[in-house]
């Protein structure tokens, strides 16, 4: 006889494995400064050591979440977790940043196989709504707190070890997480043997792929360039080719006619603007910190639980009002509370304001945030069959990470750009044209040449280079913060007039009785059984 599960160790270790995931986010951006130093890292390469994993990871997530559903879940996420644990482990003896990029693409393929298993093996498990919202707000709360806890993890690695600390560490815990899935976690797919879709899985991994490294690369090419122009219509072009492949499609890979069920639809633009502004106030806030404020990558770190405490709240207690409230409400409420702190944000932001004001502010954030994702991701889940529910939870993961990238590009790009038109009219004239070049680089950069001009004692240029580049940051920072707060009101406008409040009711079935009137029959509970 099979012994049933254990509910709680299999939460456990399902927790354990998307937290794996969404620290590497973070994780690997503290170490970026060392690579320069000990690798030689170029700026270019530093940025492809990051986004060679998230173009990889995109790509692949609905492929993924497909081939789950075929050929088992359980399997695909063992399977993900090795490749993710080798190839981050590997990426430590890398002796140059080619090496490394390599090896955070193999990285990125192991992200997309184990994400998307972890959500759809818990709504297999956890099937009545109660069950699966408090799931889906722990796994929710999970992602908060890796992605807050990355710089700080990163951080005392750095601190005692090189950089190579921070890819040997995922790779034993990855292993750590294997074995827990292993003997804990059930194996489920669907129950129909569907058919591959090979038309739905090449056109989707290149639809995204495509999108992710236009995106990636628009902010430095030009987002109105020829090229950026090229590739965001290639995009459109393999996403229609998608669409009308799936609808002509037996047995497609997504039935796209599930974006006309607002549940699925509006959710997922829900989660892709949460991310957009997670991503976006991540880029801006951890600069402030470690350049205006001088924190270190470790203080910084600490300085964001405040974030990570406050989406773990409200993620768990999100789901659980979504289910007595109503979705529309809750996400409704998380997006407000999200364009509240920007604006905030925007009107009072300085050098000199108190870390406590900052904090309350975070906490804003953070419940804003825990409420908008996972009772939107409760909403997409609950929209989709239970035997697509490994491409139902790849959807989700797409717009979170769609959203995050452009986030941080769209952000980045009107940061950089504000920045650089207010440095020209606050730096002194005095600069010369190759200085003042440098100093137009980063706030980082304007740092480092007021430094160099203080050592060769020329102090009051020093001082003016440094106050111009505070102020220029500033000015970037407000900007950014209103175009943040902006979609955010956007998104809470989209989810209070589309998203449903609640699934809709089923019919209850009837049956004759001997006057011929129909009579409702009981309904029977619905119970999984993993295969």
């Known amino acids: 006889m099979t012994r049933s599960p254990s509910k709680p160790l299999l939460l456990i270790a399902l927790l354990l494995a998307s937290f794996v995931i ?48 075929r050929f088992g879940r359980k399997g695909m996420l063992l399977a993900g977790l090795l490749v993710f644990g080798a190839s981050s482990f590997v990426g430590g003896y890398a002796h140059s940043p080619g090496q490394l990029i390599a090896a955070r693409a193999v990285t990125g393929l192991g992200a997309a196989m184990t994400f998307p298993a972890t959500l759809s093996l818990l709504t297999a498990v956890f099937t009545s709504r109660k069950e699966r919202a408090l799931s889906i707000g722990l796994w929710g709360a999970t992602a908060g707190v890796a992605i807050a806890l990355g710089p700080i993890v ?94 002509r499609a037996a047995e497609p890979m997504l039935d796209v006619r599930l974006f006309k069920d607002m549940r699925f639809s509006a959710a997922s633009a829900a989660v892709t603007v949460a991310f957009f502004t997670l991503l976006g106030f991540i880029f801006l806030i951890t600069q402030f910190f470690q350049f205006i404020r001088g924190y270190s990558p470790l203080s910084a770190g600490v300085h964001l639980l405040p974030v990570a405490a406050a989406v773990a709240v409200g993620s768990t207690l999100g789901t659980r009002l979504a289910v007595r409230i109503g979705t529309k409400a809750i996400v409704t409420a998380g997006l407000v509370l999200q364009a509240v702190f920007y604006f905030w944000v925007a009107s009072d932001i300085s050098p000199t304001l108190s870390y406590g004001v900052i904090a309350v502010q975070m906490v804003v954030y953070g419940l804003g945030m825990g409420l908008t994702s996972a009772p939107a991701t409760e909403s997409i889940m609950g929209a989709v069959a239970a035997d697509k529910a490994g491409v139902g939870s790849a959807v989700n993961d797409s ?89 955010a009101v956007a998104g809470a406008l989209l989810s209070a007039a589309f998203l449903p409040a609640h699934p809709p009711q089923p019919e209850p079935a009837v049956s004759p009785d001997s006057t011929g009137q129909g009579q409702p029959l009981q309904s029977i509970p619905d119970v999984a059984h993993p295969q």
């Open 154 to 247: 990163g951080g005392l690695l750095l601190k005692h070890y090189s950089w190579s600390s921070i890819f040997y560490a995922l790779g034993p815990v990855s292993l750590a997480v294997l074995v827990l899935v292993a003997l804990f976690v059930p194996r489920t797919r669907s129950a129909a043997t569907h058919r591959l879709d090979y038309a739905g899985l090449v056109l989707s991994g290149g639809f995204m792929g495509l999108l992710i490294y236009t995106v990636i690369e628009a902010p430095g090419r030009g987002w109105s360039s020829a090229s950026s122009l090229a590739g965001f219509a290639g995009a459109v072009v393999l996403l229609i080719a998608f669409v009308v492949a799936e609808r």
């Open 399 to 487: 717009t979170r990470l769609l959203g995050g990238t452009l986030g941080v590009a769209v952000i980045g790009s009107v940061y950089a750009t504000v920045y650089s038109t207010r440095l020209d009219s606050v730096l002194p004239a005095s600069l010369t044209t190759d200085l003042a070049t440098r100093a137009h680089e980063s706030v980082g950069a304007a740092f480092g040449l007021s430094g160099q001009l203080a050592s060769q004692n020329q102090l009051p240029l020093a001082n003016a280079v440094r106050q111009a580049a505070i102020a220029a940051f500033d000015h970037g920072l407000t900007i950014g913060c209103i175009v943040a707060g902006l979609v």
């Open 22 to 69: 969404n620290l590497d986010t973070t994780l690997v951006n503290v170490a970026l400064p060392r690579l320069t130093q000990e690798l030689g890292a170029s700026t270019s390469q530093l940025q492809w050591v990051v986004d060679a994993y998230n173009l990889v990871f995109a790509a692949l997530l609905l492929t993924s979440g497909s081939l789950s559903d």
